[in-house]
């Protein structure tokens, strides 16, 4: 089996597109997902569409690298959003040849929700983009089932991202995972946890931003959730980890991820599996969590 691996720009946000795409490659890595679109007031972003000197060293990276740029983010769709002034985001998406843009419920109104998702999914054909809606327990749209219902509702250019971390979670079942119409999954974010029987909104928020775990370190069900996805998905490994980085550096921690990510795809299917190439083949003693 081959699939693409590519690495979400959170797990080493600190770095700027060109040196995060030169990073995720020494990696292993054959893609990465950018985020040119702010989501927080502390994390930052890299708006290319604004700058078209970053774009070219964005661009001389990608090709200096040969790594692809899978996706990009992040829209939330909020009730006042007017997508018209996403389109200089998706002709960014478009020069980068990303394939995905990764969106986020944020308005309580599912019905007009599902109408701006149908709406920017046909902007983003147009630029020969899919968008992706990601699901989130504390978002309106918490769980799989919500998230695949809505999609459905929005058209057929609608795809669910499911994340593993939010997947497990949000309480989603491996078997909506395994039955979800053809073509509404087109990748999964990959990325590991403790476990606990709940979670306070600050605890899924804390984890999700800053404190993961790379695959196979934490205590979700990983095998799992890669048997229940479509043969060969797309993976994106998503593995923020504040300390750790702060610690050691972003490219100690995406080094690691892509490590862990290697030895788990080899222990769920097999060393046939398409994994990250350039890793070490494991983490040093200084790297592993205190």
């Known amino acids: 089996m081959s699939r693409m691996i590519s690495v ?11 040196a995060f795409i030169r990073a995720a490659a020494e990696a292993g890595f054959d893609a990465v997902g950018l985020r040119l679109r702010r989501v927080t007031p502390t994390s ?22 040969g790594l692809a ?26 020069e980068l040849g990303a394939r995905e843009l990764i969106t986020a419920p944020y308005d309580p109104d599912l019905a007009r929700l599902a109408d701006t998702l149908g709406a920017l999914s046909e902007r983003a054909e147009a630029r020969d983009l899919g968008v992706s809606l990601e699901f989130f ?24 991202l499911a994340d593993s971390l939010h997947f497990d979670r949000s309480g989603s079942s491996h078997e909506a ?14 990325s590991d946890a403790p476990v606990e029987p709940s979670y306070s909104r600050e605890a899924l928020l ?10 196979g ?20 490994v998503e593995v923020p980890m504040d300390a750790h980085s702060a610690a050691h550096g972003p490219e100690a921690t995406l080094s690691r991820a892509a490590t862990a990510t290697r030895a788990l795809l080899a222990e769920v299917f097999g060393p046939g599996d398409k994994v990250p190439s350039g890793a070490p083949s494991r983490p040093t003693e200084q790297e592993r969590p205190e």
Request: hydrophobic letters at 50%; aromatic letters at 4%.
């Open 8 to 18: 979400a720009h959170l797990t080493a946000i600190e770095l700027a597109p060109p």
């Open 44 to 65: 930052p972003a890299y708006p290319l569409m604004e700058d078209r000197a970053a774009m070219a060293e964005t661009k001389a990276a990608l090709a200096q690298t």
């Open 69 to 94: 740029v899978h996706d990009i983010e992040f829209v939330m769709i909020e009730p006042e959003l007017d997508i018209a002034t996403l389109d200089p985001l998706l002709d960014a998406g478009a």
């Open 137 to 160: 327990p504390w978002a309106v749209v918490p769980d799989l089932a919500a998230a695949l219902a809505l999609a459905a509702q929005a058209g057929p250019g609608v795809g669910v």
């Open 177 to 190: 995972l395994e039955q979800a119409e053809p073509g509404r999954l087109r990748f999964a974010h990959l």
């Open 206 to 215: 804390h984890t999700a931003r800053e404190a993961r775990l790379p695959p």
């Open 217 to 236: 370190e934490g205590q979700i069900d990983l095998a799992r959730f890669l048997k229940a996805l479509p043969e060969g998905l797309p993976l994106g």
